[in-house]
């Protein structure tokens, strides 16, 4: 196994002995006109109809109007914005959503992983499914206590069939990250902290072959922190500084079949207004590759990111928190 893996390694390294260079095969709006003004952190899954796209959409973050809403792209164009979720409580009372996640497990039910709450300290972790593509949602299912599902980026499989979805708190100001693990059905929910010293949260997964994880955090710090484990998740090394200058918004980040790994984010100490793709062979050291958006000011963020069956790019993120961009690439 370990010389196989260390095969794997070096033909990546020979594979992206130059810096790759990504090609744009589409890019624009999910959507031109919505019923909301306001929207935020979105979240991508291929699915056998096409792109399946989610995010949360109202008057503004935090408003009790805020619902989950997603749109499909199929054959080169996006659906209309379709309501999934809300935080609707009774008729008198409701609360804002947050961050919704997309999964699809083996047997192709989606899964829309989502928070509800007045806000990050207090929310709790809801999910629905769906058996047709995400054209119509189960009942909210709550997480167990203590459990808020993936909180902002895309959950994993690993390589004994294990869910883990990266995780996080925000409680009084304190920020820590720990990850949730499940079976494909999620069930038997368990637990695991990743050690500070960072104030971190919304964890994102690299894979590095085996059982060797890398998990990447957006911090107080700002910089990008990045914690290894060698047994799939079930302990971590103590969170440390990746050396990328990060203005500490929300980030993501995937392996690609070949091993080599991209990571969206704002490489800026302040500010929102600069998002770029950075890759790497190892995790370790990153060059950019691309930027997605650079402007004298402005709000480009949240990204997410996922690799297709065909091996192309998806990359959607909040743009001037009025919109949702998409990004297709080759590379």
Not at 39 to 68: K, M
Not at 117 to 131: A, F, I, M, Q, V
Not at 282 to 306: H, R, T
């Amino acid at each position: 196994m370990y010389s196989l893996i260390s095969f794997f390694g070096l033909l990546s390294l020979l594979v992206f002995e130059e810096k790759p260079k990504p090609e744009i095969l589409a890019s624009g709006f999910i959507y031109e006109t919505a019923p909301f003004p306001s929207c935020h952190a979105s979240t991508l899954l291929e699915t056998p109809d096409g792109i399946l796209a989610a995010w949360f959409g109202g008057t503004y973050e935090r408003h009790p109007d805020v619902n989950i809403y997603t749109s499909l792209r199929k054959n080169g164009s996006w659906s209309t914005p379709r309501e999934a979720a809300d935080g609707i409580e009774n008729k008198d009372f409701r609360n804002p959503t947050w961050n919704p996640v997309l999964h699809q497990k083996t047997n192709g039910e989606i899964v829309l992983f989502y928070k509800v709450g007045p806000n990050p300290r207090e929310w709790w972790g809801l999910y629905k499914t769906s058996t047709d593509g995400g054209k119509t949602w189960s009942k909210a299912i709550q997480t167990p206590p203590g459990y808020l599902g993936p909180v902002k980026n895309k959950s994993v499989v690993l390589s004994d069939g294990t869910l883990l979805h990266p995780s996080s708190f925000e409680t009084n100001e304190i920020w820590t990250t720990h990850m949730e693990f499940t079976n494909a059905d999620l069930k038997n929910w368990k637990k695991v902290e990743v050690p500070g010293p960072f104030q971190a949260i919304q964890p994102t997964i690299l894979f590095h072959g085996g059982e060797k994880l890398q998990v990447l955090t957006r911090t107080q710090e700002g910089v990008i922190a990045t914690a290894f484990s060698e047994d799939n998740g079930k302990s971590w090394t103590a969170l440390s500084s990746s050396g990328l200058v990060h203005n500490g918004s929300g980030i993501d980040a995937v392996t690609l079949k070949n091993g080599y790994h991209l990571l969206v984010c704002n490489p800026i100490p302040k500010g929102r207004n600069k998002l770029s793709l950075l890759g790497s062979t190892d995790g370790k050291n990153w060059e950019e590759l691309l930027v997605l958006e650079d402007e004298p000011s402005g709000e480009f963020s949240y990204p997410a990111i996922i690799q297709a069956s065909d091996g192309t790019v998806h990359i959607s993120y909040t743009y001037q928190r009025e919109k949702i961009k998409y990004v297709h690439l080759s590379l």
